[in-house]
């Protein structure tokens, strides 16, 4: 199990009365992007907040490398080296940007403490965050605002990126800016997972996929085989890719 990053094995979630999920398994390979698909209310994003212990499993294990890490609280799950971008971005509006990349920089106490090697590196992934630097990050476009969190969510090394849908209501040039990127977190190591809709950046990006419906995970395997098998996509997603 040495390859193996994240394992979520016979995960169940209920949020209150409500059953979301019904028994998710689910493996994600070291230095490999998956993407995890599905139609809306498949409980992609309730997988999401469960591994980061947003949400607590009351059924199953959640395994990081060899921690069992179904009942960490949050912050914990995240001192581990595990990044989480949510759907609404979780940018700090009144705050400029530096100060934002700063919050997330848990060893700098300071803008001039953060790692400036890394934030070239940022800076050539992202120019807008560089660019708008000392603005207030709620005058950024919806664009912007989404290269800011990701470039938050990697101010510091992490082993795994989980995103849910980096290119929500993104034009595509962004959208090309985003794939650059998360193609260069992938060299470098980084293991990823994106909920995703647009399924032309999903096709273009994963090396797995992995897809969901009422609660589980019904399909898992490589992208390329998914994407050349139209059959199973209208089975499972209802479209083509």
């Known amino acids: 199990m040495n390859d193996v990053l994240l394992q979520l094995a016979g995960v169940h979630t209920h ?14 390979p070291r230095g490999e992007l998956t993407m995890l698909l599905g139609r809306n209310g498949a409980g992609k994003t309730t997988t999401l907040r469960t591994i980061m212990g ?5 059924q199953g294990s959640i395994s990081f490398g060899e921690r069992d890490i179904t009942r960490l609280a949050t ?3 995240a001192g581990l080296g595990i990044a989480y971008v949510p759907e609404n971005m979780g940018i700090f509006s009144d705050l400029s940007v530096k100060e934002n990349m700063l919050l997330a920089a848990r060893l700098a106490r300071r803008a001039s403490q953060m790692d400036e090697q890394r934030l070239k590196w940022i800076f050539s992934l992202f120019p807008a965050v560089e660019k708008f630097w000392n603005h207030p990050a709620g005058k950024l476009s919806g664009g912007q605002k989404q290269m800011l969190a990701v470039a938050r969510s990697i ?11 980096p290119s ?14 998360f193609g260069e977190l992938k060299a470098t190591g980084t293991t990823l997972l994106l909920v995703e809709q647009n399924i032309n950046f999903a096709k273009r990006l994963g090396d797995r996929v992995a897809v969901m419906d009422n609660g589980r995970v019904v399909h898992a395997g490589a992208m390329q085989a998914f994407a050349e098998d139209e059959e199973l996509q209208h089975k499972l997603l209802g479209l083509a890719i």
């Open 168 to 181: 929500k209501g993104l034009a595509p040039a962004i959208i090309n800016n985003m794939i650059d990127a």
């Open 75 to 77: 912050p914990d799950i």
């Open 15 to 28: 949020i209150g009365a409500y059953h979301i999920l019904h028994g998710v398994d689910l493996v994600l």
């Open 155 to 165: 101010v510091e090394p992490r082993e795994l990126l989980i995103v849910d849908e």
């Open 54 to 58: 947003l949400w607590h499993a009351s």
